[in-house]
């Protein structure tokens, strides 16, 4: 409902608060297809379109939904601005039984009755589609009532037309209504819709021609057939949010949230490449500061063992002369060792006289080379006759520390090695 206040300067129109009741037939004639495609999904789709309309003329608007058929009357969602629960009560209705109008109304307006808001205005909309058994004075009676609580009735009648429907639905609508604050809209059977035909009636245009909340259906109207004409959805993530807000706002969330996941991905991959990069530019660094290091000491110790042997060639192949003339005194005093302990052997036994004489050779023949090694120890036992020979030789130094060791050591394995044949020849 509009209210109207004119000023000086313009015309504002007020819409009022409004808590809404519907009251739909689920009875057993709502299973016929003379309203495409079915009466029932015919008057589901008028009922949903109603519900969105209501709710966004006005932010404090309520709606309510509750069945007149079975076996009694059910309340199925008291007045509520949630349109996300008032559409979700609406599916899975069973169709059965017989309309019981009175009992409906008389619901619903107890359900209005209990309205958080009091400021609200109080209306009863009602889809009749199947037989009404009560009769007149009855629904004047309570049409009556309705007027007295300030409650406006509006009647959508369509389906069966026999047994005076129609005559008592007008006089129930003229019990109830006061400064025209009431609608009746007949409705044919044939090709047209139900919620099409509801759209340009007084139960969406309001008292005054025209609300906010039929205009708001009129363009949520247009947006789904223009839709349904380009073959696809006119709204975000192709949900309509008025006829179903939850599954738009948790689309739209799980929007939000892959994208901030995908946000995220990308910069952790960006942080680890920038680090990858840092660590190979690190590691490059320290590999070439390695091979420059090691260049210049590959190039010194090739110079350094390129004079090596050129410097001590001379020396060493004096050691070596002077090793092998030790090793060969030291070979000859075994050999006199084993000599003598051969003799002592043959001696053992004195009645062999060929041995005997064979040991006397062997003897000589010891004296003989003994004589010979203490000739060769009196020539190294002259220091100045080694000394001038030492200095004849090139390159070397008799008074080399290394040279002087060496030479004392001869002198001291020679006069080891003639005692020892002394040794030998007093034993012998």
């Known amino acids: 409902m509009a209210l109207v206040v004119v000023n000086k300067c313009r015309v504002i129109r007020v819409v009022l608060q409004q808590a809404t009741m519907i009251c739909i037939d689920n009875s057993e004639w709502m299973r016929n297809g003379d309203y495409p495609p079915t009466r029932f999904q015919a008057m589901a789709d008028a009922v949903n379109l109603v519900c969105g309309a209501k709710t966004q003329s006005h932010p404090e608007n309520t709606v309510g939904i509750l069945t007149m058929a079975g076996k009694h009357v059910r309340v199925l969602v008291t007045p509520t601005s949630d349109l996300g629960k008032i559409l979700a009560c609406m599916h899975g209705l069973q169709v059965g039984g017989e309309i019981n109008l009175t009992s409906g109304i008389q619901v619903a307006q107890l359900a209005l009755k209990?309205?958080?808001?009091?400021?609200?205005?109080?209306?009863?909309?009602?889809?009749?589609?199947?037989?009404?058994k009560c009769d007149k004075k009855t629904l004047e009676a309570i049409g009556k009532k309705l007027k007295k609580n300030n409650v406006a009735l509006d009647i959508v009648d369509f389906g069966?037309?026999?047994?005076?429907?129609?005559?008592?639905?007008?006089?129930?609508?003229?019990?109830?209504?006061?400064?025209?604050?009431?609608?009746?809209?007949?409705?044919?059977?044939?090709?047209?819709?139900?919620s099409d035909v509801l759209i340009s009636s007084p139960i969406f245009t309001g008292d005054e021609g025209g609300s906010g909340f039929a205009a708001a259906a009129a363009a949520g109207a247009a947006a789904a057939a223009a839709a349904a004409a380009g073959g696809g959805p006119g709204f975000e993530f192709g949900v309509d949010p008025n006829l179903d807000p939850e599954l738009a706002l948790a689309l739209r969330v799980s929007m939000e949230e892959e994208r901030a996941r995908q946000e995220a991905a990308a910069k952790r991959a960006?942080?680890?490449?920038?680090?990858?990069?840092?660590?190979?530019?690190?590691?490059?660094?320290?590999?070439?500061?390695?091979?420059?290091?090691?260049?210049?000491?590959?190039?010194?110790?090739?110079?350094?063992?390129?004079?090596?042997?050129?410097?001590?060639?001379?020396?060493?192949?004096?050691?070596?002369?002077?090793?092998?003339?030790?090793?060969?005194?030291?070979?000859?005093?075994?050999?006199?060792?084993?000599?003598?302990?051969?003799?002592?052997?043959?001696?053992?036994?004195?009645?062999d006289q060929d041995l005997a004489f064979a040991l006397q050779m062997s003897v000589?023949?010891?004296?003989?080379?003994?004589?010979?090694?203490?000739e060769m120890g009196k020539v190294l036992g002259d220091q100045g006759f080694v000394s001038s020979i030492l200095a004849s030789l090139p390159g070397v130094d008799p008074n080399d520390p290394s040279v002087k060791d060496l030479l004392a050591t001869l002198q001291t394995e020679n006069e080891g090695n003639n005692f020892e044949d002394l040794t030998t020849v007093s034993t012998c």
Not at 122 to 132: E, W
Not at 160 to 181: F, H, I
Not at 364 to 374: F, G, M
């Open 114 to 132: 209990h309205r958080q808001n009091k400021k609200q205005q109080q209306r009863i909309i009602v889809f009749a589609g199947s037989h009404i």
């Open 160 to 194: 069966e037309e026999d047994d005076g429907k129609p005559e008592k639905l007008e006089a129930l609508l003229a019990a109830v209504n006061s400064n025209d604050n009431s609608h009746i809209v007949h409705v044919p059977p044939g090709p047209n819709v139900l």
């Open 270 to 351: 960006a942080e680890e490449a920038a680090s990858k990069a840092m660590k190979e530019g690190q590691e490059q660094a320290s590999s070439s500061r390695d091979v420059s290091m090691a260049e210049p000491s590959a190039s010194a110790g090739t110079g350094t063992a390129g004079k090596g042997p050129d410097l001590m060639d001379d020396e060493t192949a004096l050691l070596e002369q002077a090793l092998a003339m030790s090793m060969d005194n030291t070979g000859a005093s075994q050999s006199s060792t084993l000599s003598t302990a051969d003799t002592h052997m043959m001696e053992a036994s004195p009645e």
């Open 364 to 374: 000589q023949d010891n004296a003989k080379a003994s004589s010979e090694k203490t």
